[in-house]
């Protein structure tokens, strides 16, 4: 079983639910339970577990290199499309930010001028958390490298590789609807979109969903800080009727609680509280109905 944890904006609380829910799921089960942070710019999973000494792996993309066979025909910046050559009457610069590792420029050199070389993106961390059923990987991308998806995919093969198939892995997805986030959940059995009720919440729950529609995903939503404000005023049940009239099934609420806020500023399990051990009963149980 492969769940996401996304939302469509920030700060809703994805990743103190995708780390609990883990743990939920590894007191419950006896199946091996594997966390996966894929907010590889951001990894912050971490800071909820208990203190460990991480395993860790070198991550590296390949990009062309340019050898003495050039003769500058500029045939390789023609055909780039994303901009990542430019040839000059003295050499050809290869930008590797820009550079997506498609190699059409190596395929489709006239000359065979390029070579490859590897060029570091980030790490991968992973330890044992609580017992041998319970495991935490991430992703964590070098400072100043642009690209998240190719560290990402590397980080998702490193764990089913690592802990097998045959284990519930939750993936903490970044924030957004962009490539980080299709990367994350496009090989997911199911995705959890947790939101909120604000004016934000709602609007970038839409993009969310519009996404995973696009991609074919069965999805439910999570109200997280359910009761903030006015949650049940114009735009709290604007968002309820959103769900409803588009059958979009409302796993559950988290309700917004001092309780939980005190226990997430120190970092601490929110599912030692009774009520949200139920509540993630009932949303593993409404899961398990959908699939």
Not at 141 to 157: C, F, H, N, S, Y
Not at 184 to 208: H, M, N, Q
Request: aromatic share 10%.
């Amino acid at each position: 079983m492969k769940i996401s944890i996304a939302s469509g904006k920030g700060g809703t609380g994805k990743t103190t639910f995708a780390v609990n829910f883990s743990l939920f799921l590894n007191n419950k089960n006896k199946n091996k339970v594997v966390l996966v942070d894929l907010d590889v710019e951001e990894p912050d999973c971490h800071i909820f577990l208990n203190d460990n000494k991480f395993n860790i792996k070198e991550c590296s993309r390949q990009i062309p290199k340019v050898n003495e066979r050039c003769d500058l025909c500029g045939k390789c910046a023609e055909i780039c499309e994303f901009n990542a050559i430019a040839v000059t009457n003295k050499e050809v610069i290869i930008f590797p930010e820009l550079c997506h590792s498609c190699f059409a420029c190596i395929e489709l050199c006239p000359k065979n001028a390029f070579d490859v070389e590897n060029i570091k993106i980030g790490e991968i961390h992973w330890c044992n958390i609580t017992n041998n059923n319970f495991h935490f990987v991430e992703g964590k991308l070098r400072v100043g490298e642009v690209m998240a998806v190719p560290l990402m995919k590397q980080t998702k093969d490193f764990s089913t590789e690592k802990f097998g198939e045959e284990s519930y892995f939750i993936f903490d997805s970044p924030p957004g609807t962009s490539c980080p986030v299709i990367e994350a959940t496009k090989d997911s059995d199911f995705v959890i979109l947790v939101t909120e009720p604000t004016p934000f919440g709602l609007y970038d729950l839409k993009l969310a969903i519009e996404t995973m529609r696009e991609l074919e995903k069965k999805f439910g939503v999570i109200i997280n800080k359910s009761g903030i404000g006015n949650s049940k005023g114009s735009f709290g049940q604007e968002l309820y009727n959103y769900c409803k009239n588009e059958n979009i099934p409302i796993l559950d609420e988290i309700p917004y609680s001092r309780e939980i806020a005190e226990l997430y500023s120190r970092g601490k399990d929110i599912i030692t509280i009774p009520s949200i051990n139920n509540i993630f009963r009932k949303i593993e149980k409404s899961i398990t109905d959908l699939l």
